[in-house]
Structures are given as C-alpha cells and as structure tokens.
C-alpha cells in the first residue's frame, strides 16, 4: 500500500525499516497525475520497496530539506541514505531500474 506522509519523523521511521521510493507530487501538477498510476501498479505487484509519497503543498519543508525543484521528483533510499534521484515522469521500466541497488 502506498502511504502518504507529511513529517521528517513519519520518513525517518519509514527510511529506517528498508528501502523507499518517495515521490514529492503535487495534487495540481499534470506529469505527476501520470506517473500516479504507474506507481499503484508497482505497488499491486509487490516490488521490494515501500512506495511513500509526499504532496509538496503539503509538506514544504520536506521538500526544501531534499531540494526538490520539480515535481515529481523521486528519491529512492537504501540503507537510510538516498541512492538515486531523478526528476518528470518515468515509465515502469525506468523506475525498476531506478530501484536497483
């Protein structure tokens, strides 16, 4: 289940349990309605990670804490540290690929 977050605590908890894909989105911003469904069908297939998401309206610190200067944006952590980031929409393909350690 893909889980929406607003706090630095509620990530941190999150971070320090496994991996995470985080995607700062905004409930306004066109690439991000189309990368939304890509990120449930991941999530419905079971993939390896937590799919976390955070509405940067929402959350603005958050953002400016990882310097987010577009949405989406997608972060994927591993072991508590970002490992990879990336900006606009992604195929299904290119976030697997994004995910791998």
Request: with cysteine; aromatic share 8%; net charge negative.
């Amino acid at each position: 289940m893909i889980k929406h977050i607003e706090t630095k605590q509620e990530l941190e908890e999150l971070i320090s349990k496994g991996d995470i894909l985080l995607d700062f989105f905004a409930t306004w911003c066109g690439p991000c309605k189309m990368l939304s469904p890509v990120l449930e069908q991941l999530d419905k297939e079971g993939v390896p990670f937590q799919i976390v998401k955070v509405d940067t309206d929402e959350a603005p610190d958050l953002a400016m804490e990882y310097q987010v200067q577009a949405i989406p944006t997608l972060l994927f952590f591993s072991e508590g540290k970002v490992v990879n980031r990336t900006m606009g929409y992604q195929r299904k393909d290119q976030i697997l690929d994004f995910c791998k350690k």
